[in-house]
C-alpha cells in the first residue's frame, strides 16, 4: 500500500512539475495572451453564432478598436459583417478540433519550423526598396493538436497592451506572410 501512494505521489509531482516547465519561460504577457485565448475558446466552444455576443468578444478578447471608433458608418458595418465571417474560421476550429485537443504556445518555440518563416530575418524576401519583410514574432502564438505539440496548425496575433486576440489568420502573397487584421497598431 504504501508503494502504491508513494507511487502517485510522485506521479502527481511529476505532472505538476511538467505543467509549470511548459510555461516557465513565458513572459508576463504571453502568460496574459495565453489565458485571454483559453477564455476566448471556452466561450464560442460548441455555441451557435447567435449564441455569441460581438459586444463579449469585443470587449473581453479580441481586439477591434480601431473599426470600433470608425467614424465613418457605411464603413464600419462593412468590417462588422466581414468580422463575423472571417470569425468563423476561429470558431471552426475550436469547434472540428475539440476544445480539448487544442492547445497554443509562443510562436518562439517553433524556430526550426516552417510557420515560424515569417519571423526569420535571415529567410525573409526583400522588398524593392531593399527591406527585408518579416514580421516580428512577439506577441504571436502558434496553435496545435495535443497529441502533435511539434506540428503547429496556425498562428495568432495579440495586441500587445491588451492582450486581446487581434488576428487569426495569415496570408501569404507575393511570398510575404502577413496577419489579416482590421486593426492598426
Known sequence: MN?????????STFLCFSQEKDSEN???????????LTEL?????????SQISRDSLFNKYIYFDYVLKDTVIERKERRLAT????????????DSIGLK????KPIRFYKNHKIYEPFDEEKAMESVNGEKMYSKDKNVFAYFRKEEPDSPLGALLFEPDSNKLAA??????????????????
Open 41 to 49: 475558446a471556452n466561450y464560442v466552444n460548441n455555441k451557435e453564432k
Open 26 to 36: 513565458w513572459t508576463i504577457n504571453e502568460q496574459a495572451q495565453y489565458k485571454k
Open 168 to 185: 487569426w489568420i495569415m496570408i501569404n502573397q507575393g511570398g510575404y506572410k502577413y496577419f489579416l487584421t482590421f486593426n492598426l497598431f
Open 83 to 94: 468580422f463575423d465571417t472571417i470569425f468563423y474560421y476561429f470558431r471552426k476550429t475550436v
Open 101 to 104: 485537443n487544442l492547445d497554443a
Open 3 to 11: 508503494k502504491i501512494l508513494i507511487t502517485i505521489l510522485f506521479l
